[in-house]
């Protein structure tokens, strides 16, 4: 089993890269293969399906992402190849907000997600998701609101449910005003 592989991503092919690792070219389903400069040394965290007919690499940019897409194949009805397009058109705080607030209108809008499987999802991981996307959220800008919020008694759970809705390129000012809108709804 891989747990990452760095290498050059030096062809994209649909809706994967080939990623080359010591003179060898790995190709790896991705959720957003176009957001990988070619010729670009990356680390990729690697998932590995070994299948009695196929083998197949999945590769993500992220420790969260490989995280979120571990936990909806692991959905009953839920596989790899319908994971990719919810991680490819979903941020990784919007599916995890969905999921806590039983948002079924926003989880199927995802390709080939009904209203039985965006509920199945809903069963299966509400509650149980713990991936921690500080890296992701707090490289963007959203340390200092995070610190506030906190100091305004908010919980960090509560507060990360909304980070994504929020421009960082307002001033703190700002995004404390509309955190605070959010939270309130």
Known sequence: ???????KVTDVIGNAIVLEVAGIGYLMNTPNPYSFDFNKEYK???????????HSLYGFK????????LRLIAVKGLGPKMALPI???GSISGILDAIERENVLYLKKFPKI????????????????????????TSSGYEELL???????????????ILAKIDTSL??????KEALKLLLK
């Open 114 to 137: 009904g209203e039985k499987l965006a509920k199945q999802i809903i069963l299966d991981l509400k509650g149980k998701i713990t991936i921690n996307i500080d890296n992701t959220k």
């Open 1 to 7: 089993m891989y747990s990452y592989m760095i290498g």
């Open 87 to 89: 991680l490819a058109t």
């Open 44 to 54: 990729v965290y690697v998932y590995q399906q070994i299948r009695e007919d196929e």
């Open 171 to 176: 001033s703190i000012e700002d995004q404390v």
């Open 62 to 69: 992220t420790v969260e992402e490989k995280d979120l897409f």
């Open 147 to 161: 610190e506030v919020m906190q100091g305004l008694g908010y919980k960090e759970k509560e507060i990360r449910g």
